[in-house]
């Protein structure tokens, strides 16, 4: 139909777009593109695979912190994703495959925020002076977004493939041993406060871009907004610098025996673990000094 009515031009030329004296199959392309709905499809992408995301980092946060409850917690939880609790013997592959499909959601939701990155020098300037004088707090989140997102590229990254090779190695002092003896604590600390300030600008972002506003009072509901963005951020980096704590502390008194692979004292085990399992892997983060 639309095709059609492009054919008999009975669509009006969009202002300042279309010279009148284009040749029609020209004419015709550059009105499709105007009209395309892609623009609209991939916003719909992005704001879905953000709000993924965003969702499973609050659940992430949730099964991480399991270790301030106690380390058989979190060995519990760990051996839950391998299938321990209802397949004969626990398997790693399905953490792999969770962490393939997070892992195919960061990367569609990377590429599509590409598109609003400044591609050169020119773009960025423009930016950076249409945020100085607006002088708009939400322009200022946006400009926030853009960079904790660039970073979340690198520190992300690392991380998932991490788990995605090595899924066997999650556990209360696999986890330390990487942490402390494997370094990856500031790793973590940077990713931590990059995808928290990302995720709750994001979620704040989501609500405002699709009207989840809270209230009829607009401005009421925005600063209620905010104030909701800013306690998530809060809230979750502070259990996250807790959880790392606790991390760093298991990780440094199990220094001297890192590689060593933890075994449940007893009821936490599901009974289809193997005994025996007390062996260094052969990637397990090698041993600092003598
Ligand atoms: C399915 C994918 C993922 C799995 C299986 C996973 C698993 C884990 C595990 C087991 C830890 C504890 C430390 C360790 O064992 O190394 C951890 C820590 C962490 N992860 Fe993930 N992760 C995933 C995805 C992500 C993503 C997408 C992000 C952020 C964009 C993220 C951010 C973090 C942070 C910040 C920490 C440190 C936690 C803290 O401060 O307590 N993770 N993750």
Redesign the pocket.
């Known amino acids: 139909m639309t095709r059609m009515l492009e054919r008999s031009s009975a669509l009006p030329t969009p202002a300042g777009s279309l010279a009148p004296d284009i040749p029609l199959p020209h004419a015709s392309l550059a009105r499709r593109r105007l009209h395309s709905r892609w623009p609209a499809r991939l916003d719909l992408l992005q704001s879905a695979s953000g709000l993924f ?1 965003a969702l ?2 609050v659940a ?2 949730f099964f ?2 399991s270790i301030l409850i106690s380390q058989e917690a979190f060995y519990t939880v ?1 051996r839950f994703f391998e299938g321990a609790y209802f397949l004969a013997t626990p398997q790693p592959w399905i ?1 792999s495959c ?2 393939g499909g ?1 892992l195919a959601v ?1 990367v569609l939701h990377a590429w599509l925020a590409l598109r609003k990155f400044p591609a050169n020098f020119r773009q960025y300037k423009a930016f950076a002076e249409h945020r100085a004088g607006l002088r708009h707090d939400d322009t200022g989140l946006w400009w926030i977004q853009l960079w904790t997102g660039f970073a ?1 590229f690198f520190l ?1 990254s690392i ?2 493939y ?2 995605l090779v090595h899924p066997e190695l ?1 556990g209360p002092y ?2 330390a041993d ?2 402390w003896t494997g370094s ?1 604590w500031p790793l ?1 600390l940077l ?2 406060f990059a ?1 928290e300030i990302h995720g709750s600008i994001g979620l704040y972002r989501l609500a405002l871009k699709w009207d989840w506003l809270p209230g009829r009072d607009p401005v009421a509901a925005r600063r209620r907004l905010r104030m909701l963005k800013t306690a998530f951020s809060l809230f979750f980096i502070a259990l ?2 807790l ?2 704590l606790a ?1 760093v502390r298991l990780g440094i008194a199990h220094a001297d025996r890192a590689g060593e692979r933890y075994q449940p004292s007893g009821d936490g085990a599901p009974a289809n673990v193997a005994s025996g399992m007390n062996v260094a892997p052969a990637m397990a983060p090698v041993r600092r000094g003598g």
């Open positions: 995301l499973f980092l992430h946060m991480v912190s760990a953490v969770v962490v997070v960061f979340l992300a991380h998932l991490g788990m999650i696999e986890s990487r942490v990856m973590y990713l931590l995808a996250g610098l959880s790392l991390y």
